[in-house]
């Protein structure tokens, strides 16, 4: 079947279902021309939007269309993480070309449902409209932080620890795997970790409730551009240390089997969707403290300094300009 | 100069200016993962997102790209328009083709920014992203509006006044023209209300502020369409005279020179964002007194009945029922 066969209200009413998750706070969802929910009085609101592309961000050969739907909703959850927030309602547009069926459409929003579901987000409403070319698809997330608990990428102090919350390059290993046609069970975790990244909401509520850090991101574009982004916000320096960076055992099989660049795909690539910040270093212990009792990860990876420069420590003891290169759509 | 020379980030630079129009509750604009601003305990958010897609809404070579960025968030400030709101932050996604040059593109974001300054709107974030096809743009915008003046599709009752707020087709007549290569002179103001629709704001807060309509929509679908979604949603019947149905002198010399068909034109078409609207029969004078002493309009065009069908009553005075049919992306 076709969306040409039910229409663009009869998609509407076919996905409606499972979009209300919470209704506390919602006063109307899906179904009029906006909808309509209560901010509390003592929360400030976070509002963040990213496009997905075919052919650009996803290949609808190489990714299932329930992962697809888990991830386009999860990255953007991911910003309302790195701001220390909580993501509450969301609105959906997707852009539909007529080759696509309505089963890949239904899995997209069971897969979107799936990950809202996880979090308790609402999908209260969005746009659907025919595609000449790719399926695109677009959210607008809405999240909540009490204003004194956000973190930005602009509030790092010279002398600060830098830290991750996670491993880093298992996504990019897992996009190469696929584009390498190297798919296996063997390297299961690392397409997983492409396909399937899962925002770091509960990292970022720790983090920011403890009142510590200085600073806070989402490792989107890679380590080496999202440290640049708090370096050029922040207007510092840092440098890193290569040995320190977390990866997983299966990162670093992969990396010596195909004999891959393991730096360039651990710190130039990105879409890990870990928290990176900088916190000082009086407080780094203390925090790490409440993210391990929370079942959250802490990983020093380097410190800020003066300047401007993001400098990497090889294993060797040398040192490098490593720039804030990551991924630019225009380059 | 082409985007590929500056980069996203350059891109985002290029842009920022301008983007701030009102910093009153605005925390943090462009720059970070989120956007962060206040919104005030006694008023409901409002969420909306329209995404309009090269080939689809809009063709390159017919429409001036200032116009094109005034139009896209025109369309999602009717929405919050339609709900009785004040439109606030705007998120604004752009995938580009390597085709648009960097002056469309100023250009495109240079007609954002003078409609946001028109109705004091904050471009707060966005994302950029290359597109393998045709230019995308996404706009998700926040407004607000006291919860107890909310207006919804689903509130008519039977023996309502049916109203539109402003004339209807001229932006589907100007659509023809252009479609037709007909454009001059002769007929500027219909391709001005294709290419550069005014959101009826002041219009909307006018009617919520009285708390006396029962339901509202905003005519993007077409009269029949968004007239047939207050019917569904509120479980009614209309009629509808032709002859109240509102529409400029051009638009009938437009019709009459070259025999286009005006009901299809002003009924079944739509982008008139004008706003459609039920009222009780008794409180409609005073409504349209309200709107007329703040400069807005009133026209009433029929009254909705029991049962579900959408009747229009011709001007030989027969009646026949005309559904609902309006804009379907998918058929």
Redesign the interface.
């Known amino acids: 079947m076709k ?2 066969d ?4 009869g ?1 509407i009413e076919r996905i409606k279902d499972g979009c209300l998750i919470r209704d506390e706070n919602v ?2 969802g899906i ?9 509390s ?1 003592e929360v ?8 997905l ?5 996803f290949l609808l050969e190489a990714i299932p269309p329930y992962q697809l739907g888990r991830k386009s909703l999860a990255v953007n959850m ?3 993480a ?2 220390g ?1 909580t993501p509450k ?1 969301a ?6 070309p007529d080759t696509v069926n309505l089963g890949l459409l239904d899995a997209l929003y069971d897969g979107m449902k799936s990950m809202a579901h996880e979090f308790e987000v609402n999908l ?11 399926l ?1 698809i ?1 959210i ?1 997330l ?2 909540e ?1 009490r ?1 004194e608990e ?1 973190l ?3 509030g790092a102090k010279v002398g600060d620890v830098v830290f991750l919350t996670g491993p880093v390059g298992s996504a990019a290993a897992g996009l190469d795997i696929i584009l390498k046609g190297r798919g296996s069970d063997e390297w299961g975790e690392l397409i997983e970790a492409h396909h399937n990244p899962h925002p770091q909401i509960k990292t970022g509520r720790t983090i920011a409730s403890m009142k510590v850090a200085n600073s806070l ?2 490792v989107s574009d890679g380590v080496a551009a999202d440290l640049g982004h708090i370096c050029t ?1 922040s207007r510092l320096g840092a440098i890193v240390e290569e040995k320190m960076i977390p990866t997983t055992e299966q990162f670093r099989a992969y990396c010596e089997k195909f004999q891959e660049d393991s730096r360039r795909l651990s710190l130039h690539v990105g879409e890990d969707y870990v928290l990176l910040g900088t916190v000082p270093a009086e407080s780094a212990a203390k925090l790490q403290e409440a993210l391990a009792s929370n079942g959250c990860h802490f990983h020093s990876i380097g410190k800020t300094v003066a300047g401007s420069s993001l400098r990497l420590e090889s294993r060797d003891g040398s040192v490098e300009v490593i720039g804030a290169s990551g991924w ?4």
């Open positions: 969306l040409r039910i229409g663009e209200f998609f006063i109307s179904g009029d021309d906006c909808c309509v929910f209560k901010t009085a400030a609101s976070l509002l963040t939007t990213d496009m592309v075919e052919q650009i961000h991911s910003d309302i790195a701001m927030g309602e609105a959906i547009s997707v852009a539909i209260l409403g969005g746009d659907t409209t025919a595609s000449p070319g790719p695109i677009n607008a809405v999240g932080v204003e956000v930005y990428r602009s991101i989402d916000e630019d759509h225009f380059r």
